[in-house]
């Protein structure tokens, strides 16, 4: 039997808290997860795959991004409320020129970002725990 037919085959018990994270992630792709968590998701998911440049252009393109931003605002801890904000700022300077003052700060802004993710996923796991399955 090769690798492959061994690992599909073998079945892989989930923790109740593991089946609670996946639904979580479920929900959300369906739309259906609450707020904040459900804005709180879509911002770690967009930082993670292109930065804080990528959200706020997806953001502009789906929704009002100042009700997004005042979303994330009432559960971001203060690190990531005041990161948000200084990105903005640098979204918008950007948005009307060039500027590699702008680039820098929203190139670290999203190293801010990634660097205190952890808080972002403890507040996801606790919301994950309350999902019924």
């Known amino acids: 039997m090769s690798l492959f037919n ?6 892989v018990d989930l923790t109740e808290d593991q089946r609670k994270w996946n639904k979580m992630w479920e929900l959300w792709a369906e739309e259906q997860a609450d707020a904040p968590y459900a804005q709180l998701m879509t911002y770690q998911s967009e930082i993670n795959n292109g930065g804080h440049d990528q959200y706020f ?3 502009e393109n789906a929704a009002d991004v100042q009700n997004e931003m005042s979303t994330l605002e009432n559960i971001l801890p203060a690190i990531h409320k005041d990161n948000l904000q200084k990105a903005y700022k640098a979204y918008l300077v950007l948005k009307e020129k060039e500027d590699e003052h702008a680039e820098e700060t929203l190139e670290q802004c999203d190293n801010v970002f ?7 996923n403890e507040l996801l796991e606790k919301y994950a725990k309350t999902i019924e399955l």
Request: net charge positive.
């Open 114 to 120: 990634y660097e205190n993710e952890a808080v972002l």
């Open 6 to 11: 061994f690992f599909r085959k073998k079945k």
């Open 57 to 59: 252009t997806n953001a």
